[in-house]
């Protein structure tokens, strides 16, 4: 059984070892190994070994060096990845977390990244929340410095990235264009998301008065690379008891996307 829990289909060995073929050499220093190695590596018999090489070298994913008669990656391998774009890992990695977060907490969530001087939205759990107030969000674009998710991402930036966003936002016409332009508020935001640990929005976003958010960044490495959000209708709930009662589990997400993004297991622990 397909533990993704789609149909049953038997695994084609052939393919899985071929795989593993590309991926222990990818791992070797130097991208370089001989067939004992591999076969080492792999724990295949050195007679698969080869038949699996000399298919590779045929398809243009392999080469034999001639000078050591060691094997390495070929360029086609680098055609596997052309149709992999950056923001695919929303879905196989921060959707199912998600998911997760949405069942624990039940307000909705949001995934974004980065798109100019602003967000975009990449995955949502709107559509899947009964207390969600805006059902299509995938696609939308949120401002830089009034959401919480914004503000989390932004206040985590190397100042570089942070002044060339400023830079774009100061020349634009937008309401940000001003705020952007205010180096005590700036600094404000930086400061105080710092400090709490997570960005936050009160009612501070013009179109959405309604509308509360407590956010934290996804820092593969340290440097952010989204943002991860919980949203919840501001007369309903201050942000005091959103960061007691959302806080941890959204931590928690984005401590699992993290994790995952950086292809160590999960430490998590459920709570």
Known sequence: MRKDGGADYALVRGLTRGLDLLKALNSQEGGRS??????????????????LLETLIAEGYVRRSASDDRYCLALNVRSLAEGFRDEDWVSSIAAPALSELLQTVVWPSDLTTPQGAALIIRESTHRFSPLSFHRAMVGQTIPMLLTAAGRAYFAHCPDEQREQILHVLRAGDSAEASLAADARFVAGIVSRTRELGYGSNDGEWTSQRKVGAIAVPIRPGGLPVAAVNIVYLNKLLTLKEAERRFLPALQRAAKRIEDQLSGRPETLTVA
């Open 34 to 51: 001989t067939l004992a190695q591999l076969a080492e590596v792999t724990g295949l018999h050195r007679t698969t070994v080869r038949r």
